[in-house]
């Protein structure tokens, strides 16, 4: 589905050697051998090998993986605050590794911003003093960074903190400040490294749901680091999963839980409450049969006889939702004689859009358990989701679960 995006940053062939002959690493890494026959060999640790993926313009990429797998190596290495020891790293066109000083730092400048696990703000600053600290230092006048920083704050929701102090706030508050500087200096790309996993699990979730929005409304190419899954799971557009500086997998959160790419990703992504990544569209089902706001009682009638129901959406002729009309309210405009069903609707249903989250669905059915619409952007109707539906959905995915522990347990037995 990303053949029609444009690529913001295209990595190739990235590796990176920790030590004091790198090139004898890298030999050894091509005759085979993995980083800690490699480190016991030579002393080199292999931090990156042969890393190569896209970023894509606007999507918000995760790198994800264990303590050492390299992910914090890999998001350094981008903005070459760690220096690669081969590859590619090309943002619209410029090789990074390849800029001479002067040239890497207006790249820098240019295209990334940063936020950091601790913060990282002065105390002896404002709120506003600390965002627009980047553009302090790039020379931009007093009036305007001011304007551009409390823009930013305005988007992270700080607007009325602007003179307190980094100790006045909490931590979210304050990774809040960290954003909003990063904001405010305008670049292509934004690098996040384990940005939340300094803050207590409420905040760090609402943390989570406020890049999303920010993320919606924005768009800005966001490349985050975490080890935590659930929290890639819930912010990320695709994942890429590291292990011991190489790339297991590539994917959507969808991807990585139900097609892993290996065991290790299998292991991974075990015990995940998949009605918490599933959407509505898994369990959208065609609409059987649905009305026209034109139609008069007896002919949506006859149509839900015909279907064997006993509620109805009724849609404009663009299929815009309009309404959902039951069989005892039909009933009686037809015995009244009445020519339209605008009269017999109800609002009292739910509707959703596609990625919706199952586990969501299941507090929106009601007592009358009418099935819930699925709508696009433009409310018009896509299909219906019933409760049946998403059971299905859930046991297929418990089933899958078991088959996964299963291969698991007997590939164990075959070592």
Known sequence: MNENRN?????????????????????????????????????????????DFDVYEGELLVIMGLSGSGKSTLIRCLNRLIEPTEGEIVIDDENIPELDDKA??????????????????????TVIQN???????????????????????????????????????????????????????????????????????LIRGDMQQELQELQSRMQKTTVFITHDLDEALNI????????????????????????????????????????????AEHAMRKVRAIARD?????????????????SIYVTRRDRTLVGLAEVDALEQAANEGRDTIADCMTQEFRSVRLDEPMHNLFAMFSEKSYPIAVVDADNRLLGVVVKGA?????????????????????AAGDQ
């Not at 295209?111 to 696990?117: E, N, T, Y």
């Not at 899958?400 to 007997?410: I, P």
């Open 7 to 51: 690529v913001k940053i295209r990595v190739r062939n990235l590796s990176k050697v920790f030590g004091s002959n790198p090139k004898k690493g890298l030999e050894l890494r091509d005759q085979g051998l993995k980083r800690a026959e490699i480190h016991e060999k030579t002393g080199q640790t292999l931090g990156l090998s042969n890393i």
């Open 104 to 125: 890497l730092l207006e790249c820098r400048r240019r295209h990334f911003s940063m936020v950091f696990q601790n913060f990282a703000l002065f105390p002896h600053r």
């Open 131 to 201: 965002a627009e600290f980047g553009l302090e230092i790039r020379g931009v006048e007093k009036g305007e960074r001011t304007d551009i920083a409390r823009k930013a704050l305005k988007q992270v929701g700080l607007e009325s903190w602007e003179n307190a102090y980094p100790n006045q706030l909490s931590g979210g508050m304050q990774q809040r400040v960290g954003l909003a500087r990063a904001l405010a200096n305008d670049s292509t790309v934004l690098l996040m490294d384990e940005a939340f996993s300094a803050l207590d699990p």
């Open 236 to 279: 990320a557009d695709r994942i890429i999963l590291l292990k011991d500086g190489e790339i297991v997998q590539i994917g959507t959160p969808e991807e990585i839980l139900t097609q892993p790419a290996d065991e290790y990703v299998r292991r991974f992504v075990e015990g995940v409450d998949m009605s918490k990544i599933l959407t």
């Open 294 to 310: 034109t139609d008069g009682p007896r002919t949506t009638l006859r149509k839900m006889h015909e279907n064997n129901i006993d």
């Open 390 to 410: 998403v059971l299905d959905q859930l046991a297929q995915a418990a089933e899958s679960s078991t088959v996964n522990e299963d291969n698991l347990t007997a």
